[in-house]
T-cell receptor, first 113, second 115 residues
Framework: GENVEQHPSTLSVQEGDSAVIKCTYSDSASNYFPWYKQELGKRPQLIIDIRSNVGEKKDQRIAVTLNKTAKHFSLHITETQPEDSAVYFC????????????FGTGTRLQVTL | DADVTQTPRNRITKTGKRIMLECSQTKGHDRMYWYRQDPGLGLRLIYYSFDVKDINKGEISDGYSVSRQAQAKFSLSLESAIPNQTALYFCATGGKEGTFQETQYFGPGTRLLVL
């Protein structure tokens, strides 16, 4: 099955700086890559997702890039704000069962003033 | 997403007890999932179901069972709870909504403590 590794496990940035979280996946046939944000005590919520036929997708201050050859994808947050502080999870679809997702272990992002 | 609900939200039980966690959704989604979240381990899939007659094991199904009573309901049971099942449990649904059918939407979670 799919294996997803996520780095770093914790990340601290100053407000206004950029943050980058990276994930690698093992199954070259995976074709769907969502990112979820989980605030303290809340449920994971989808913030952006991408399919394998697209190299990059942006939504305001967040963007995801995908390198199929290297089997890695990254979340980029620009102009970070305190409300960006949360745990972020990447995931990749399981090609055997396309509706299954394998999640990374999460990155705790802290945006300091 | 108030349209994916879980009950109870918090539960304390004792070792050996049988408990049931329930999930309901009004999204009309076919796919439903149960995950467990532990610190540093991310979200791990316990069971999933693609319709009422379909039940599939995830990566950590031992010690758990599920029931898909209707399209909108998916229950998770711990037959004989043990302390290492203490965790945060999430139900999720998925279907043809938004851009991609693979997208999953999570319920608010159930925090379970097994003493």
């Amino acid at each position: 099955g799919e294996n997803v590794e996520q780095h770093p496990s914790t990340l601290s940035v100053q407000e206004g700086d950029s943050a980058v979280i990276k994930c690698t996946y093992s199954d070259s046939a995976s074709n769907y890559f969502p990112w979820y944000k989980q605030e303290l005590g809340k449920r994971p919520q989808l913030i952006i997702d991408i399919r394998s036929n697209v190299g990059e997708k942006k939504d305001q201050r967040i963007a995801v890039t995908l390198n199929k050859t290297a089997k890695h994808f990254s979340l980029h947050i620009t102009e970070t704000q305190p409300e960006d502080s949360a745990v972020y999870f990447c995931a990749a679809s399981d090609t055997g069962t396309a509706s299954k997702l394998t999640f990374g272990t999460g990155t705790r992002l802290q945006v300091t003033l | 997403d108030a349209d994916v609900t879980q009950t109870p939200r918090n539960r304390i039980t004792k070792t050996g007890k049988r408990i049931m966690l329930e999930c309901s959704q009004t999204k009309g989604h076919d796919r439903m999932y149960w995950y467990r979240q532990d610190p540093g381990l991310g979200l791990r899939l316990i069971y999933y179901s693609f319709d009422v007659k379909d039940i599939n094991k995830g990566e950590i199904s031992d010690g758990y069972s599920v029931s898909r009573q209707a399209q909108a309901k998916f229950s998770l049971s711990l037959e004989s709870a043990i302390p290492n099942q203490t965790a945060l449990y999430f139900c999720a649904t998925g279907g043809k909504e938004g851009t991609f059918q693979e997208t999953q939407y999570f319920g608010p979670g159930t925090r379970l403590l097994v003493l």
